[in-house]
T-cell receptor, first 116, second 109 residues
Framework: DTGVSQNPRHKITKRGQNVTFRCDPI?????LYWYRQTLGQGPEFLTY????????KSRLLSDRFSAERPKGSFSTLEIQRTEQGDSAMYLC??????????????FGSGTRLTVV | GEDVEQSLFLSVREGDSSVINCTYT??????LYWYKQEPGAGLQLLTY?????DMKQDQRLTVLLNKKDKHLSLRIADTQTGDSAIYFC?????????FGDGTTLTVKP
């Protein structure tokens, strides 16, 4: 297993366009998380899944954001009608069923979104 | 809401010990974690501590937890230049982690 994979690595889009990011977690991990990180800040929680069920979505998250994990494997994060404030690094992480280390995350390398 | 606070910067000399501190507000935390982020790279899980422990040692890393004061620290012994990075603490409740804004550790030769 090569870890958590995110595509694309970089995305530049014009304001108002829709974008979609993909995350492929570690295959044995049943939990998948989306976070957003801006410069000088820690990762900010967006949403997470256990298998295909979306268990929680941040109250701060606009309705323009939607995420899916249709078969409990890969996940997509879509942002509709992008705004300049959406520019950030979007991080995906996965974690195994609760074990000795709790819910320690394995992060992907992220997708950097720039809205111009 | 849940808050996790860290000091922003720490600078040490190579070979010295580094201590990075973190405070949190969510008393329901079950696990607390330390992650490392090197320039241009993703976050890497370093170590963790369960909330009913007060200390955990893992090679050069020592994690101390004061649950009463909601204070977590990471000590790195014999700090090397390769330890220069941003260190994030995170607390976890029901599987979801809340992260601090990171402490940038600079190790001077």
């Amino acid at each position: 297993d090569t870890g958590v994979s995110q595509n694309p690595r970089h995305k530049i889009t014009k304001r108002g366009q829709n974008v979609t990011f993909r995350c492929d977690p570690i295959s044995e991990h049943n939990r998948l998380y989306w976070y957003r990180q801006t410069l000088g800040q820690g990762p900010e929680f967006l949403t997470y899944f256990q298998n295909e069920a979306q268990l929680e979505k941040s109250r701060l998250l606009s309705d323009r954001f939607s995420a899916e994990r249709p078969k409990g494997s890969f996940s997509t994060l879509e942002i509709q009608r992008t705004e300049q404030g959406d520019s950030a690094m979007y991080l995906c992480a996965s974690s195994p069923p609760r074990g000795q280390g709790g819910y320690g995350y394995t992060f992907g390398s992220g997708t950097r979104l720039t809205v111009v | 809401g849940e808050d996790v606070e860290q000091s922003l910067f720490l600078s040490v000399r190579e070979g010295d010990s580094s201590v990075i501190n973190c405070t949190y507000t969510d008393s329901s935390s079950t696990y607390l974690y330390w992650y490392k982020q090197e320039p241009g790279a993703g976050l890497q899980l370093l170590t963790y501590i369960f909330s009913n422990m007060d200390m955990k040692q893992d090679q050069r890393l020592t994690v101390l937890l004061n649950k009463k004061d909601k204070h977590l620290s990471l000590r790195i012994a014999d700090t090397q230049t390769g330890d220069s990075a941003i260190y994030f603490c995170a607390n976890t409740n029901a599987g979801k982690s809340t992260f601090g804004d990171g402490t940038t550790l600079t190790v001077k030769p």
